[in-house]
């Protein structure tokens, strides 16, 4: 072997190593970005296990979720009066019931509601006109799931744990009409997927809380589910965004829209029958 030979050999091997290197560096981050990043430090919020799940764990003396409670929202500072979300979080790797049961202090994050019945006044002392009162109060709204709501009135002396079932509820918010205050959101009690949790790609119930009068309502609409819903500002009417629980494989993304009065308990579809032929007609001609 020629001294050239040698030579052309170690320069080779002195560019080729740092580039192997760095070629299994990209290809350490290309499939890092790829795989699914897990994350110990922060638990998830699945929603609450189905029971046949927590069935599973509790023959198997094994838990593997807890209790957090997570951002506080004011109704009535002065009053005390507020409500707190129970969340349950999915550990990383189940626990044995025997362990020591950890509680942790969790901070929350207070919301203060607007009174938009209070008279606003100039600087000056001079009363101003009397808007319209705000119905809509999209301030509370928390999207998070929830497995429980919890709420206080420490001037009247109530505390209240609302759900008496296992559940899980998103898309909560605060409702006041005139007088009337509600709690609305949507969730399940059945794992209609049978993926283990309940949350929100299961089939999902609207529910209606009057807070004064301390009753709870399930909204339904025959044959239909309903996905979201809408309160119309300074009205009493929401909007439902809603499926057909008896649709065909192949209209599986048809959404209809309904109209329901949350004083009278009426609803209506927002798209009359008529209307709808008309639309179907223009596309298939």
Not at 35 to 40: E, F, W
Request: net charge negative.
């Amino acid at each position: 072997m020629s001294k050239l030979q040698k030579y052309n050999r170690i320069i080779f091997a002195v560019i080729s190593i740092p580039t192997l290197i760095a070629m299994a560096g990209i290809a350490f981050l290309i499939i890092c970005e790829v795989l699914p990043k897990s994350h110990p430090e922060f638990d998830q919020n699945k929603g609450v296990i189905s029971k046949t799940e927590a069935e599973k764990n509790a023959s198997k003396e094994e838990y593997n979720q807890y209790i957090s409670y997570d951002h506080m929202f004011v109704l009535n500072s002065e009053q005390q009066e507020f409500v707190i979300p129970v969340t349950a979080r999915t550990m990383e790797k189940k626990e044995r019931w025997t362990e020591r049961y950890r509680m942790k202090e969790v901070s929350v994050a207070e919301v203060v509601f607007d009174n938009s019945d209070n008279n606003s006044f100039s600087t000056s002392g001079e009363k101003q006109p009397e808007k319209k009162p705000d119905t809509t109060y999209l301030a509370a709204f928390y999207n998070n799931y929830f497995v429980n709501l919890v709420y206080e009135n420490a001037a009247r002396k109530i505390h209240r744990t609302l759900i008496k079932e296992r559940f899980t509820g998103w898309e909560l918010n605060y409702i006041r009409i005139g007088s009337k205050r509600y709690l609305a959101f949507i969730g399940t009690s059945t794992d209609s997927n049978d993926d283990g949790y309940l949350n929100d790609l299961d089939n999902g119930r609207f529910y209606l809380y009057d807070i004064d009068a301390d009753d709870m309502k399930e909204i339904t609409i025959p044959n239909m589910e309903i996905l979201h819903y809408h309160l119309m500002k300074n009205t009493s009417y929401l909007i439902f965004d809603v499926k057909d629980t008896k649709r065909p494989e192949s209209h599986k993304n048809e959404q209809f829209m309904y109209r329901y009065d949350i004083n009278t308990g009426k609803y209506e579809d927002v798209i009359p029958e008529e209307e709808k032929k008309l639309h179907l007609k223009l596309i298939m001609q």
